[in-house]
């Protein structure tokens, strides 16, 4: 038995629907612009040429239904609702069919994401960590299992703030599909078990303000809330 200096961090685990078990995150990534109206409304376009991606450490990741405070930094706090999925198997270099048997299952994610430290960023070349690697910034509902929810398709997704609809899209409009994700990011990752995707925001992405409620869903998913807190 090692001892440690000081206790080391818990395990973050998203519920899955019907099962006993929850899932371990390990990994956290993002895709970036994968929705045009949305890559258009933050001024470039989708990269056609393969999609990149930015990740979130697993100890920034909370359970839907949580209130966090208004974070620390920023005067412009975003909310980002998407698609994520979970890997369920070994995956590496993988062709569409492999890529798609790794899929274990989806759910409803928010994004949270400073958004002008994030443009801070992009204007000094710098990387987007203190935009998108906030405490408390990936926030995960319950998910489903890929046999339960059945092809990714026209389903809706949208959010609102304080009841009123800011996002409003369905998932047709991914520029590149989860199994293309897959398929890509597994060149550079020995993906498997515990790796969760982010897959990209639609269109109407803004401002949430302390003691508002953000809440979210996806067509045959569990829906997704956060209540923001008061500012720190
Ligand atoms: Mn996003």
């Not at 966090?68 to 590496?92: Q, R, S």
């Not at 690697?133 to 299992?145: I, K």
Request: aromatic fraction near 10%; charged fraction near 20%; glycine fraction near 12%.
């Amino acid at each position: 038995m090692t001892d440690y200096l000081f206790a080391p961090a818990g395990v973050f685990a998203i519920p899955v629907r019907g099962e006993a078990a929850a899932y371990p995150v390990r990994r956290i990534f993002c895709v970036g612009r994968n929705y045009a109206a949305h890559a258009a409304e933050m001024g470039g376009e989708v990269d056609r040429e393969a999609p990149w991606y930015f990740t979130k450490s697993v100890v920034h990741a909370v359970a839907s239904g949580a209130e966090l405070p208004y974070p620390a930094g920023t005067d412009n706090y975003h909310h980002e609702m998407e698609l994520a999925f979970a890997i369920g198997a070994p995956v590496f270099r993988a062709d569409d069919k492999a890529a798609a048997a790794a899929i274990f299952a989806y759910g409803c994610a928010l994004d949270m994401t400073r958004r002008d430290r994030q443009q801070d960023g992009k204007d000094k070349r710098r990387p987007w960590d203190l935009g998108k690697d906030v405490e408390g910034s990936a926030v995960f509902a319950p998910m489903t299992r890929v046999a339960d929810f059945g092809a990714v398709g026209g389903q809706r997704i949208h959010l609102e703030v304080d009841g009123e609809t800011r996002q409003d899209a369905t998932l047709h409009e991914l520029v590149w599909s989860c199994v293309e994700v897959v398929a890509h990011l597994s060149r550079y990752y020995h993906l498997g078990p515990g790796d969760v995707v982010m897959t990209g925001t639609p269109a109407g992405v803004g401002p949430v303000l302390p003691g508002q409620v953000v809440t979210g869903g996806i067509d045959g998913l569990d829906p997704i809330e956060l209540r923001i807190g008061a500012a720190e």
